[in-house]
């Protein structure tokens, strides 16, 4: 039988997971996004997110012929990877293209205008949109050496390492 205080707490934590997903892709910013091939090969580059606060949807820029936006036609499921010295991000969700002129003038910065001269209104411009389902994170703070550490002595004691926080979180 469930009880409302429970209910409190999933909701609580639930929140703080997303809260923590959002640091994380805040403190990184560029990730390897993975779609596949219509024969069901993996294809993984690097992409900056486009939006400073994650809000459940990352969004991205690209050029509208780019084989990405024709991968996400056909197969709209994708994972967002982000990796730093002491914390990584797994981020699965659905794909869309979008053709969206007011949208890229909301997400526009400077560093868009090296791949993109013509600013927003660039001819061929696509936005990608990603809606994340779920999460994977783990944080470790104090990064590798803190982890080697941890490794180490758990060796020593017989017991498995603590290398810091590790959760799956629920988006959609």
Not at 42 to 69: E, H, I, N
Request: net charge negative.
């Amino acid at each position: 039988m469930s009880h409302p205080e429970d209910e409190e707490v999933d909701v609580a934590d639930e929140r703080s997971g997303v809260q923590k997903v959002a640091e994380i892709i805040e403190d990184i910013k560029t990730c390897m996004l993975t779609t596949s091939t219509d024969d069901g090969r993996l294809v993984s580059r690097p992409m900056a997110v486009q939006q400073v606060r994650f809000d459940g949807d990352l969004w991205f820029a690209t050029d509208g012929d780019a084989s990405k936006v024709e991968q996400i036609r056909h197969g709209a499921h994708v994972n967002a990877a982000f990796a730093s010295r002491d914390a990584w991000l797994s981020l699965a969700g659905t794909a869309e293209v979008v053709h969206d002129a007011a949208k890229a003038e909301e997400l526009w910065n400077t560093a868009l205008d090296a791949w993109f001269p013509d600013g927003p209104r660039t001819p061929g411009l696509a936005l990608i949109k990603v809606h994340a389902q779920s999460a994977e994170y783990w944080d470790t703070p104090g990064g590798v050496v803190t982890s080697l550490i941890a490794l180490a002595t758990s060796k020593v004691k017989g017991q498995r390492p603590d290398v810091g926080e590790n959760e799956t979180v629920e988006l959609a």
